[in-house]
T-cell receptor
């Protein structure tokens, strides 16, 4: 069975600082990997996805993530955080032959002015 | 185009009552999913519909939970005899079928269920 771990429950960064949110997964083969963002009272919005190919993927809102097979990781990064990035971020894994997504517990990002 | 919509956005019910939650997927999306998100936690898969295939009910937590889907359109999630532990946000998602598109899911805003 697949699983996803987001080790950091809360992260606080200053506006303009760089950001890295960690995600580790457990899956027997190369999975599909996703990052979603959830703003208060909103549904989940897809930030970026990895299916195959280039291990560095670019997403919306200036986010990127890197798939590292050797570390079973798919960390999310942004070079300069904006106050509007404050939200909860979820990493998810999908099986290539399956259907549903398995989500991590989420990381709540707070941005200091 | 229109995204996934869910209704109601909020539902407060008394313990023991039945509730129905509705999801309208993106037009043309053949796959539909229900997830539950308890306070401060990630999403838990509940059930998956794909076209005319039998639904994958493997995530339903008890027989009090059921869901239906009419063709490739609206779905309703029903919780009978609600319990306080059913309090959560229920999220619906839809996707196209075929290859990687099956897994790329688009989420609705959710229904926040509070059982008192």
């Amino acid at each position: 069975a697949q699983s996803v771990t987001q080790p950091d429950i809360h992260i606080t960064v200053s506006e303009g600082a760089s950001l890295e949110l960690r995600c580790n997964y457990s899956y027997g083969a190369t999975p599909y990997l996703f990052w979603y963002v959830q703003s208060p009272g909103q549904g989940l919005q897809l930030l970026l996805k990895y299916f195959s190919g280039d291990t560095l993927v670019q997403g919306i809102k200036g986010f990127e993530a890197e798939f590292k097979r050797s570390q079973s990781s798919f960390n999310l990064r942004k070079p300069s955080v904006h106050w509007s990035d404050a939200a909860e971020y979820f990493c998810a894994v999908g099986a290539r032959a399956g259907n549903m997504l398995t989500f991590g517990g989420g990381t709540r990002l707070m941005v200091k002015p | 185009g229109a995204g996934v919509s869910q209704s109601p956005s909020n539902k407060v019910t008394e313990k023991g009552k039945d509730v129905e939650l509705r999801c309208d997927p993106i037009s043309g999306h053949t796959a539909l999913y229900w997830y539950r998100q308890r306070l401060g936690q990630g999403l838990e898969f509940l059930i998956y519909f794909q076209g005319n295939s039998a639904p994958d009910k493997s995530g339903l937590p008890s027989d009090r939970f059921s869901a239906e889907r009419t063709g490739e359109s609206v779905s309703t999630l029903t919780i009978q005899r609600t319990q306080q532990e059913d309090s959560a946000v229920y999220l619906c998602a839809s996707s196209l079928q075929g290859g990687t598109r099956l897994v790329e899911q688009y989420f609705g805003p959710g229904t926040r269920l509070t059982v008192t």
